[in-house]
C-alpha cells in the first residue's frame, strides 16, 4: 500500500531552515509527481510545492519562491522540501502529497515552527 513519512519539522527562529524529508513506498516513486502542502492552525491546507516525476519541472506557491526548493532522489524514493529564511507565517503542519491512480494519498504530517 501507498506510504508516506515525513520527517525533518521542528522549531526554528526566523530566518533559519529546515529540510524535510518524504519517504514514499507502495509505488513507482519515479513515475509520480509528488506536492508539499501546508496547513496552519485554522486555516485550509494549501500546495507549496509540487515536483514532476523525473524532478524536470518544479511549480511554487507565491509565498515560497524565492526562499524554498523542492528536490527529489528517486533512487532513495524520496522528496525534499529546503526551507530557508523562514518567518512565522510558515508555521504548519506540513504533508506530503501524492495522487495515485486518481486517489490523494497523504503523510502523517511535520510541525514545523517559526518562533523566536
Known amino acids: 500500500q501507498v506510504q508516506l513519512v515525513e520527517s525533518g519539522g521542528g522549531l526554528v527562529q526566523p530566518g533559519g531552515s529546515l529540510r524535510l524529508s518524504c519517504a514514499a513506498s507502495?509505488?513507482?516513486?519515479?513515475?509520480?509527481?509528488i506536492n508539499w502542502y501546508r496547513q496552519a492552525p485554522g486555516k485550509e491546507r494549501e500546495l507549496v510545492a509540487s515536483?514532476?516525476?523525473?524532478?524536470?519541472?518544479?511549480n511554487y506557491a507565491d509565498s515560497v519562491k524565492g526562499r524554498f526548493t523542492i528536490s527529489r532522489d528517486n533512487a532513495k524514493n524520496t522528496a525534499y522540501l529546503q526551507m530557508n529564511s523562514l518567518r512565522p507565517e510558515d508555521t504548519a503542519v506540513y504533508y506530503c502529497?501524492?495522487?495515485?491512480?486518481?486517489?490523494?494519498?497523504w503523510g502523517q504530517g511535520t510541525q514545523v515552527t517559526v518562533s523566536s
Open positions: 515536483i514532476t516525476s523525473l524532478g524536470g519541472s518544479k
Open positions: 502529497n501524492v495522487v495515485f491512480r486518481y486517489k490523494d494519498y
Open positions: 507502495g509505488f513507482t516513486f519515479n513515475t509520480y509527481a
